[in-house]
């Protein structure tokens, strides 16, 4: 393949994302939902009888090239979002954000393993439990957003919302470096927790977290300096991917931990110390967003594989696509309930923890490359981050009508103007 020849796959993969991504975005969903929807159209090419056009998109080496881009782009929005995950945001609800996420991942993770093991019991434990833990994932972006505009934000349920998704993040990742490791520690077909290699596993993930909050120290007072001497300098931004492409290689490579939780972890490490974190996460964000994850998000649509949607597996997945949406919900609720919330306030912090984006797609993505989990899931994955982006909106601003249309109340006294 000459270079040149993946130019054209890279220009339609970027205008159709940037088109549909637009046509997400004002429809109020996110943008994610467009570039995949621009995956599928491309997809679709495949399918047209004619060589010449199937080789241009489709042939190996123009698959395992797109297959690169995509890999860093995922590493790139793993990144990010460490550097956007603001860990001050925990003391402002402190025991209520925990409780919430422990309930909001436990029930999901609880009911996809459940329903897994029901409709594959000649699966393997590590199987069904993956995908329990792709069911975890959250994004409260789109949720953010209509807060924000019923002016709901900052009140102590919005703020229990965002810092629950932080801790659902981090421990989401956590879960999804436990399985992975297992995986590559060659779990995958019995279930032996005193077997040697497992022990093995579980070491060397500590090992690697605390290695990896080690070495942060160390980058912390290099990025201080850096910072104090020339703010606002792009070596910081530079830099900065260097140490999340360094992270995530050292982490696969050494530690046998996936390589998304390596880049999560150098942004989580650097978004806390960083002055001037928005700054970077603007650069790489811009330099994402510009080529690597729109290719990533359609690739993955790209590459939508409908044979093994038999019967029984058609089955599995709205079951599975059902427990996705009402086990974040009655998990986030319950917890929230317990921490004393109203039973509005409760029902709404569910639909607000429902919502999924990209993360899940990462977390399907390590799973089908792990031989863990069916590909044929993937439309199913599609459609919960599609029906959560659309009902959480709609039923955040009905619960929310009775309060919008009460008049606010006076300051006078009742009787005032009588005579």
């Not at 409780?99 to 609880?110: E, K, L, Q, R, S």
């Not at 209509?146 to 919302?161: A, F, N, P, Q, R």
């Not at 080690?214 to 104090?228: H, I, N």
């Amino acid at each position: 393949m000459e270079a040149f020849e993946l130019l054209l796959p890279l220009a339609l993969i970027l205008l159709l994302s940037k088109l549909m991504g637009l046509g997400a975005h004002k429809l109020g969903m996110p943008a994610v939902i467009g570039m995949l929807v621009a995956g599928v159209l491309i997809g679709c090419l495949s399918y047209i009888p004619w060589e010449p056009l199937r080789e241009a998109f489709f042939g190996e080496q123009i698959k395992f090239a797109i297959s690169v881009l995509s890999k860093i782009g995922v590493v790139m929005i793993m990144f990010s979002a460490g550097l956007g995950t603001d860990l001050k945001k925990l003391k402002q609800t402190g025991l209520a954000s925990v409780v919430i996420t422990g309930f909001g991942v436990a029930v999901p993770m609880g009911l996809g393993t459940l329903v897994a093991f029901l409709f594959q019991p000649h699966g393997t434990p590590l199987s069904w439990l993956f995908y329990g833990a792709i069911l975890t994932a959250t994004s409260v972006s789109v949720t953010v957003a209509v807060l924000k505009e019923l002016g709901k934000l900052d009140t102590k349920l919005g703020t229990s919302i965002v810092a629950a998704a932080v801790i659902d993040d981090v421990i989401g990742i956590v879960i999804l470096s436990v399985l992975t490791g297992f995986s590559a520690g060659g779990e995958q077909t019995g279930w032996n927790w005193f077997h040697p290699n497992a022990a093995l596993v579980a070491i060397k993930i500590a090992v690697f977290f605390v290695a990896a909050i080690a070495v942060g120290v160390g980058l912390r007072k290099l990025f201080d300096l850096m910072e104090r001497k020339a703010p606002h300098n792009r070596r910081v931004p530079i830099i900065s991917l260097a140490a999340c492409f360094l992270y995530a290689y050292c982490a696969e490579k050494f530690f046998g931990v996936a390589d998304i939780t390596g880049a999560y972890v150098a942004g989580l490490l650097l978004g806390g110390t960083l002055s001037e974190t928005p700054y970077v996460e603007s650069k790489v964000d811009t330099m994402g967003y510009l080529i690597f994850s729109p290719v990533f998000f359609a690739s993955i649509g790209m590459n939508l594989d409908f044979s093994g949607l038999t019967p029984s597996f058609l089955a599995f997945g709205f079951v599975y696509l059902a427990v996705a949406l009402l086990g974040k919900f009655i998990g986030c609720g319950a917890g929230a309930k317990i921490c004393k919330f109203s039973w509005a306030d409760s029902a709404r912090i569910g639909l607000g923890m429902m919502v999924r984006a990209e993360v899940v797609l990462i977390c399907t993505e390590r799973g089908v490359a792990a031989n863990l989990v069916d590909s044929a899931i993937y439309p199913f994955v599609f459609l919960i981050i599609l029906i959560s982006s659309v009902l959480t909106p709609i039923f955040l601003k009905l619960s929310y009508r009775k309060e919008l249309r009460r008049p606010p109340r006076s300051n006078l006294p009742e009787n005032w103007g009588e005579t």
